[in-house]
């Protein structure tokens, strides 16, 4: 496969303990870009953060959180991220999706 030039990134922000039938909803949207035949996805966790509730979620000693934020980044062609936003609707019960623009420099 080869991705270059114009792009759309997908960043999806939620909780790392949102779960969707008993499996963490970042794995389910791995696995479904995957199945979708995306380009690629990672998963990245946070130190810290806070959303909609409002509430501070740390990895610091002293206030351990077990829902720290987790964000999953889908990048590939414009029209194949657009196809896959729909799989997302029945996973997103909270956080936060993003699209945006991108120029892919290099994919190797």
Same mark, same amino acid.
């Given at each position: 496969?080869?991705?270059? +030039?114009?792009?759309?990134?997908? /960043? ?14 970042? /794995? ?6 995957? @199945? ?22 740390? /990895? ?16 590939? @062609? @414009?029209?194949?991220?657009? @196809? ?8 997103? /019960? +909270? ?14």
């Amino acid at each position: 496969m080869e991705l270059s +030039g114009p792009a759309l990134r997908l /960043t999806v922000v939620l909780g790392e303990s949102d779960q969707w039938h008993h499996r963490p909803v970042y /794995t389910e949207i791995v696995h479904r870009a995957h @199945a979708a035949g995306l380009a690629g996805a990672s998963v990245f966790r946070g130190i810290e953060g806070y959303g909609r509730a409002n509430h501070i979620h740390t /990895t610091r000693i002293l206030s351990l959180s077990d829902d720290l934020p987790v964000t999953v980044v889908v990048v590939d @062609a @414009a029209e194949k991220v657009r @196809a896959f936003l729909p799989q997302l609707e029945d996973l997103l /019960t +909270g956080g936060l999706a993003l699209v945006e623009p991108v120029e892919v420099v290099r994919y190797v």
